[in-house]
């Protein structure tokens, strides 16, 4: 038995999310195919973060047991000439058999892209949030301090979920402009659902001047998903980094 | 009567290039039948410069003559609702009658952009050439100088184009690498068609060791298109500016 590890980069334009789902293309769905295809065999895929519907990876982690003698080199030219073109397999590597994508990730880091200008992208239509109005950088940046730390991220997870411990710890945010893109980069043990696309939500209310910076915390406290402002749509969201 | 200029970026994957053809999807047939919506007008629509089935613009300039009263602002904002999402109005400006989209360009330049490494992106299926092998910059530099200037670049479009004068003067031929993508960046008066990517195909070969830099002068002073190397096709170009 062999525990190979994968590293992934995806379009999610056209999956309903990294997680399967009966009926529907998934990343994880298209993976075990492929899989199947190569080897004969049904392994259990295990990945670091699940990513959303229409939500993008620059680097997303897999694992998966197999009793394939194939050389993680053949993994890796096979797995991408088998898979659909928006789904790449950036390396291969075997790992001892007690490595766990998800369990042993000390940190997931996501991007939240955003073009801010007067007109969108035909370039960008699938891959970043517009936004026409003027935001202040200045205060998303204050506000985003806010978030640093651990607290009880009730208000940005949908209500009907239901977490045995709603804490986590965000422990970093960054926010910087390159040229038209406003760039959000959120870095956390683990999220809760919709939680960063709720963050940023809410960080844009504050960067158009609907929410003081401060108020953020007032939100938090809550610990209500009606406090919080509208979570962004997924197009903008890249699974960036694992960290183990 | 009145001239108006726009300034247009458009993803081309979906279209058979600028120029009007009967029955195919073509950027400015879109943009004709927009106006036409717009100013139950059917304007000539002049343009910089013609681009290739499944070439883009980040920045294509056009004008039209209009007696319609609309002003410059509504004209963009209209457009944009009116167009499809892959093709964008940046500017609008009512400019003197005499000025002419392509006559009165001084220069054109494009990029080529090349993904230079091992494994290909899902996010530039579209708009970048993939090349796994390696290839040495300092090579297709050195063989960049020999483009430079006024030649006759016969060899560099299809041997059934019959152009008048076949001499083009290139002012500026910058190759640079920015992280794994190589940026190919020519700039000339004009060009004939299939000349850039055939340009950039010679140059591939060149870095890649099939061809001295040194070889380019001979296959320049050949003027016979089988001398050059294969015709790199189109998605990873991009017109980048028109300077009056």
Redesign the interface.
Known sequence: MRNIKLVL???GRNYHGFQKQPKLPTICGVLEKALFKLTRENPHIIYASRTDKGA?AYHQVVNFKTYSSLSVDVF?KAL?ALLP???????SSEVPLEFHARFSAKSRTYLYLILNRK?????H?H?ALFIPYRLSLERMKEGAKYFLGEHDFTSFTPSIEIYKNPNRTINRLDIKKEEDFIHISITSKGFMRGMIRTIVGTLLDVGRGKLEPSEISKIVEAKDRRMASETVPSHGLYLMKVEY
Not at 119 to 123: I, L, R, V, W
């Open positions: 980069q995806y379009d993008h890796e991408n073109k928006d789904i790449v397999v950036c390396s007109f969108p992208s035909p370039f239509l891959s």
